[in-house]
Protein backbone atom coordinates (compact mmCIF):
# COMPACT_ATOMS: atom_id res chain seq x y z
CA UNK A 1 0.00 0.00 0.00
CA UNK A 2 0.90 3.33 -0.64
CA UNK A 3 2.23 5.99 1.64
CA UNK A 4 3.01 9.65 2.02
CA UNK A 5 5.42 11.05 4.69
CA UNK A 6 6.18 14.88 5.45
CA UNK A 7 8.24 16.06 8.57
CA UNK A 8 8.70 17.79 9.97
CA UNK A 9 5.55 17.86 12.00
CA UNK A 10 6.10 21.56 13.42
CA UNK A 11 8.44 23.86 12.73
CA UNK A 12 8.95 28.06 14.38
CA UNK A 13 11.26 29.51 12.41
CA UNK A 14 12.11 33.47 12.67
CA UNK A 15 11.43 35.94 9.73
CA UNK A 16 14.51 35.36 7.24
CA UNK A 17 15.52 32.36 8.05
CA UNK A 18 15.44 29.40 5.33
CA UNK A 19 13.17 26.83 5.28
CA UNK A 20 13.23 23.50 3.94
CA UNK A 21 10.33 20.54 4.17
CA UNK A 22 10.67 17.41 2.87
CA UNK A 23 7.39 14.75 1.25
CA UNK A 24 8.33 10.96 0.29
CA UNK A 25 6.20 8.95 -1.06
CA UNK A 26 6.46 4.48 -0.86
CA UNK A 27 4.56 2.05 -2.44
CA UNK A 28 4.19 4.10 -5.77
CA UNK A 29 6.07 5.08 -8.93
CA UNK A 30 5.88 7.98 -11.04
CA UNK A 31 3.54 9.61 -8.82
CA UNK A 32 2.28 13.70 -9.51
CA UNK A 33 3.36 15.10 -6.49
CA UNK A 34 1.48 18.29 -5.26
CA UNK A 35 2.30 21.36 -2.62
CA UNK A 36 -0.48 23.03 -1.03
CA UNK A 37 -1.14 25.66 1.42
CA UNK A 38 -3.83 25.34 3.94
CA UNK A 39 -5.01 28.97 6.02
CA UNK A 40 -7.50 29.01 8.60
CA UNK A 41 -11.04 28.60 7.67
CA UNK A 42 -9.62 28.77 3.92
CA UNK A 43 -9.35 26.32 0.97
CA UNK A 44 -6.35 24.59 0.48
CA UNK A 45 -4.07 26.80 -2.32
CA UNK A 46 -1.71 24.45 -4.94
CA UNK A 47 1.70 26.29 -4.61
CA UNK A 48 3.53 23.48 -7.16
CA UNK A 49 2.95 20.36 -8.89
CA UNK A 50 5.35 18.05 -10.19
CA UNK A 51 5.05 15.35 -13.31
CA UNK A 52 8.76 14.06 -12.57
CA UNK A 53 12.13 14.09 -11.26
CA UNK A 54 13.42 17.92 -11.65
CA UNK A 55 9.76 19.26 -13.28
CA UNK A 56 8.23 21.82 -11.31
CA UNK A 57 5.24 24.35 -11.93
CA UNK A 58 4.57 26.69 -10.03
CA UNK A 59 0.93 28.24 -9.54
CA UNK A 60 0.89 31.22 -7.39
CA UNK A 61 3.97 34.04 -7.37
CA UNK A 62 6.05 33.80 -3.71
CA UNK A 63 8.22 33.39 -1.69
CA UNK A 64 8.91 29.27 -1.94
CA UNK A 65 10.29 27.04 -4.60
CA UNK A 66 10.09 23.33 -4.75
CA UNK A 67 12.62 20.51 -5.99
CA UNK A 68 11.99 17.28 -6.78
CA UNK A 69 15.37 15.51 -6.61
CA UNK A 70 14.40 12.10 -6.32
CA UNK A 71 10.76 10.46 -7.91
CA UNK A 72 9.53 9.98 -4.79
CA UNK A 73 11.06 13.08 -3.28
CA UNK A 74 9.49 16.54 -3.20
CA UNK A 75 10.98 19.38 -1.15
CA UNK A 76 9.47 22.98 -0.21
CA UNK A 77 12.41 25.63 0.19
CA UNK A 78 12.91 29.04 1.19
CA UNK A 79 15.89 31.14 1.71
CA UNK A 80 13.91 33.73 3.87
CA UNK A 81 10.95 33.42 4.88
CA UNK A 82 8.12 35.77 5.32
CA UNK A 83 5.38 36.08 7.85
CA UNK A 84 3.05 35.59 5.52
CA UNK A 85 4.51 32.14 5.11
CA UNK A 86 2.71 30.58 8.13
CA UNK A 87 0.39 28.37 7.58
CA UNK A 88 -0.03 24.57 7.26
CA UNK A 89 1.29 22.81 4.78
CA UNK A 90 0.32 19.56 2.68
CA UNK A 91 2.27 17.49 0.20
CA UNK A 92 -0.01 15.33 -1.88
CA UNK A 93 0.42 12.63 -4.66
CA UNK A 94 -1.91 11.19 -7.26
CA UNK A 95 -1.49 8.45 -10.12
CA UNK A 96 0.89 9.84 -12.71
CA UNK A 97 -1.50 8.29 -15.76
CA UNK A 98 -4.08 11.02 -16.03
CA UNK A 99 -3.82 14.22 -13.94
CA UNK A 100 -7.41 14.33 -12.57
CA UNK A 101 -6.87 11.27 -10.29
CA UNK A 102 -7.57 10.87 -6.82
CA UNK A 103 -5.60 12.94 -4.63
CA UNK A 104 -3.89 11.51 -1.55
CA UNK A 105 -2.75 14.04 1.22
CA UNK A 106 0.61 13.38 4.20
CA UNK A 107 -0.64 14.35 7.29
CA UNK A 108 1.06 17.90 6.72
CA UNK A 109 3.71 20.74 8.44
CA UNK A 110 2.30 23.70 10.61
CA UNK A 111 4.93 26.50 9.91
CA UNK A 112 4.95 29.32 12.11
CA UNK A 113 7.31 32.16 11.44
CA UNK A 114 7.67 35.06 14.38
CA UNK B 1 -13.11 30.69 -12.71
CA UNK B 2 -13.70 28.13 -11.08
CA UNK B 3 -15.51 28.62 -7.38
CA UNK B 4 -16.45 26.15 -4.75
CA UNK B 5 -18.76 26.57 -2.07
CA UNK B 6 -19.82 24.72 0.60
CA UNK B 7 -22.65 25.30 2.94
CA UNK B 8 -23.21 25.01 5.97
CA UNK B 9 -19.56 26.20 7.57
CA UNK B 10 -20.55 24.31 10.82
CA UNK B 11 -23.12 21.84 11.84
CA UNK B 12 -24.24 20.45 14.58
CA UNK B 13 -26.67 17.05 15.09
CA UNK B 14 -27.05 15.12 17.41
CA UNK B 15 -25.74 11.43 17.31
CA UNK B 16 -27.83 8.60 14.92
CA UNK B 17 -29.18 12.03 12.63
CA UNK B 18 -28.57 10.77 8.98
CA UNK B 19 -26.85 14.74 7.30
CA UNK B 20 -26.30 16.29 3.94
CA UNK B 21 -23.32 18.26 3.78
CA UNK B 22 -23.57 20.47 0.38
CA UNK B 23 -21.23 21.58 -2.30
CA UNK B 24 -21.37 23.55 -5.01
CA UNK B 25 -18.97 24.96 -7.76
CA UNK B 26 -19.45 27.48 -10.77
CA UNK B 27 -18.38 26.00 -13.70
CA UNK B 28 -19.65 22.21 -14.80
CA UNK B 29 -16.38 21.44 -17.08
CA UNK B 30 -15.13 19.32 -14.06
CA UNK B 31 -13.63 16.18 -14.55
CA UNK B 32 -14.23 14.69 -11.15
CA UNK B 33 -14.96 15.47 -7.63
CA UNK B 34 -13.64 14.29 -4.65
CA UNK B 35 -14.54 14.55 -1.11
CA UNK B 36 -11.94 14.48 1.74
CA UNK B 37 -12.40 14.46 5.59
CA UNK B 38 -9.84 16.33 8.02
CA UNK B 39 -9.26 16.08 11.63
CA UNK B 40 -7.78 19.06 13.59
CA UNK B 41 -4.47 19.35 12.56
CA UNK B 42 -4.34 16.68 10.60
CA UNK B 43 -3.72 15.87 6.30
CA UNK B 44 -6.94 15.23 4.21
CA UNK B 45 -8.22 11.65 4.28
CA UNK B 46 -9.83 10.82 0.79
CA UNK B 47 -13.66 9.82 0.95
CA UNK B 48 -15.41 9.51 -2.14
CA UNK B 49 -14.12 10.71 -6.03
CA UNK B 50 -16.76 10.74 -8.37
CA UNK B 51 -15.99 10.82 -12.15
CA UNK B 52 -17.90 13.37 -13.99
CA UNK B 53 -19.38 10.35 -15.74
CA UNK B 54 -20.92 8.98 -12.86
CA UNK B 55 -23.90 10.01 -10.47
CA UNK B 56 -22.86 8.86 -7.27
CA UNK B 57 -20.63 7.02 -4.95
CA UNK B 58 -21.08 4.77 -1.88
CA UNK B 59 -18.58 3.72 1.08
CA UNK B 60 -19.69 2.60 3.68
CA UNK B 61 -21.93 4.78 5.50
CA UNK B 62 -21.39 8.09 3.06
CA UNK B 63 -22.75 8.79 -0.20
CA UNK B 64 -21.43 11.37 -2.53
CA UNK B 65 -23.97 12.37 -5.23
CA UNK B 66 -23.10 14.89 -8.18
CA UNK B 67 -25.05 16.56 -10.68
CA UNK B 68 -22.88 18.13 -13.29
CA UNK B 69 -25.28 20.38 -15.26
CA UNK B 70 -26.55 22.08 -11.71
CA UNK B 71 -22.99 22.22 -10.39
CA UNK B 72 -23.85 20.78 -7.04
CA UNK B 73 -22.87 17.45 -5.14
CA UNK B 74 -23.67 16.28 -1.74
CA UNK B 75 -22.23 13.90 0.97
CA UNK B 76 -24.67 12.23 2.99
CA UNK B 77 -23.94 10.46 6.25
CA UNK B 78 -26.39 7.83 7.74
CA UNK B 79 -26.69 7.03 10.97
CA UNK B 80 -24.12 9.67 12.31
CA UNK B 81 -21.76 8.83 15.15
CA UNK B 82 -19.30 11.01 17.14
CA UNK B 83 -16.34 9.98 15.81
CA UNK B 84 -17.57 11.54 12.34
CA UNK B 85 -16.69 15.01 14.48
CA UNK B 86 -14.40 16.30 11.49
CA UNK B 87 -14.61 19.10 8.59
CA UNK B 88 -15.36 18.17 5.26
CA UNK B 89 -13.81 19.24 2.37
CA UNK B 90 -14.73 18.71 -1.70
CA UNK B 91 -12.66 19.22 -4.34
CA UNK B 92 -13.68 19.49 -8.09
CA UNK B 93 -10.40 18.80 -10.90
CA UNK B 94 -10.62 21.06 -13.71
CA UNK B 95 -7.47 20.25 -15.85
CA UNK B 96 -4.22 21.26 -16.10
CA UNK B 97 -3.43 19.91 -12.34
CA UNK B 98 -5.32 22.11 -11.29
CA UNK B 99 -7.82 21.19 -8.39
CA UNK B 100 -10.09 23.95 -6.39
CA UNK B 101 -11.41 22.97 -2.82
CA UNK B 102 -13.89 24.54 -0.66
CA UNK B 103 -13.53 25.74 2.53
CA UNK B 104 -14.85 23.08 3.69
CA UNK B 105 -17.78 21.98 6.34
CA UNK B 106 -17.03 21.38 10.14
CA UNK B 107 -19.06 19.03 11.60
CA UNK B 108 -20.02 18.64 14.91
CA UNK B 109 -22.11 15.20 16.46
CA UNK B 110 -22.91 15.18 20.02
CA UNK B 111 -23.28 11.70 21.53
Known amino acids: SQTIHQWPATLVQPVGSPLSLECTVEGTSNPNLYWYRQAAGRGLQLLFYSVGIGQISSEVPQNLSASRPQDRQFILSSKKLLLSDSGFYLCAWSVAERGGGEQFFGPGTRLTVL | KQEVTQIPAALSVPEGENLVLNCSFT??????LQWFRQDPGKGLTSLLL?????REQTSGRLNASLDKSSGRSTLYIAASQPGDSATYLC??????????FGAGTRLFVKA
Open chain 2, 50 to 54: IQSSQ
Open chain 2, 91 to 100: AVYTGGFKTI
Open chain 2, 27 to 32: DSAIYN
